[in-house]
């Protein structure tokens, strides 16, 4: 059993940046791939950022390529998605999410455990 809280989110302006983290707890974190979901409201909940349990592979969503970055400390049990050049469109709930099996990394159906989500709203 994974439990996930994310953090970091808040109000900032169109340009700024913001760094959510997603603390795990458990012993087994390093074991789990992680990924990154958003949801804005009247919209479905889409996927952001995923990064294998070494590091090894990352993708991103076209919509945030060369803006985030995501990264993780398995030592600390806590996986960061760092956003910069923020536009009002990245305005959501952002969600980080847990699996260990395979399968696409944008369908949040092959994800094992989830967080409850940190808002970041961005104002033009």
């Known amino acids: 059993q994974v439990q996930l809280v994310e953090s970091g989110g808040g109000l900032v302006q169109a340009g700024g940046s913001l760094r959510l983290s997603c603390a795990a707890s458990g012993r087994t974190f390093s074991s789990y791939a992680m990924g990154w979901f958003r949801q804005a409201p009247g919209k479905e909940r889409e996927p952001v950022a995923y990064?294998?349990?070494?590091?090894?592979?990352?993708y991103f969503a076209d919509s945030v390529k060369g803006r985030f970055t995501i990264s993780r400390d398995n030592a600390k049990n806590t996986v960061y998605l760092q956003m910069d050049s923020l536009k009002p469109e990245d305005t959501a709930v952002y969600y980080c999410a847990a699996r260990t099996r395979g399968g696409s990394w944008y369908t949040d159906s092959s994800y094992d455990y989830w967080g409850q989500g940190t808002q970041v709203t961005v104002s033009s």
């Open positions: 990064i294998t349990w070494n590091a090894g592979i990352k």
